[in-house]
């Protein structure tokens, strides 16, 4: 069964550093691509990175580009965010989502992730 699993989110001070991981069972992420998304409170989930399934596309919303890093550790099966200098407004709850040979698009959408972890909560207040 495939499942995703978040973890490390948490109370972190504005200009903090956070990083959130996502454990990947019953399938390997090697010919996966992976996203990041958030929900904030009253607001529709959004897309925050992506990585193609190739690893040759890597792309970020403009409100996180600069201070949040997507990565990938298929021998682990693992993928992180870096979530670095963090700001109030990017308190939500994180998902982690996966999908089978999938591109990375410089918009980052909900479709094609079809598989989703269950949602971490990241808090960024002083």
């Known amino acids: 069964q495939l499942r995703l699993v978040e973890s490390g989110g948490g109370l972190v001070q504005p200009g903090g550093s956070l990083r959130l991981s996502c454990a990947a069972s019953?399938?390997?992420?090697?010919?996966?691509?992976i996203g990041w998304f958030r929900q904030a409170p009253g607001k529709e989930r959004e897309g925050v990175s992506c990585?193609?399934?190739?690893?040759?596309?890597?792309n970020y919303a403009d409100s996180v580009k600069g201070r949040f890093t997507n990565s990938r550790d298929n021998a682990k099966n693992m993928m992180y965010l870096q979530t670095n200098n963090p700001k109030p407004e990017d308190t939500a709850v994180y998902y982690c989502?996966?999908?089978?040979?999938?591109?990375?698009?410089?918009?980052?959408?909900?479709?094609?992730?079809?598989?989703w972890g269950q949602g971490t909560q990241v808090t960024v207040s002083s």
């Open positions: 989502a996966a999908e089978y040979l999938s591109g990375c698009r410089r918009r980052i959408s909900i479709p094609p992730f079809g598989n």
């Open positions: 019953g399938f390997t992420l090697d010919d996966y691509g």
């Open positions: 990585i193609s399934s190739s690893g040759g596309s890597t």
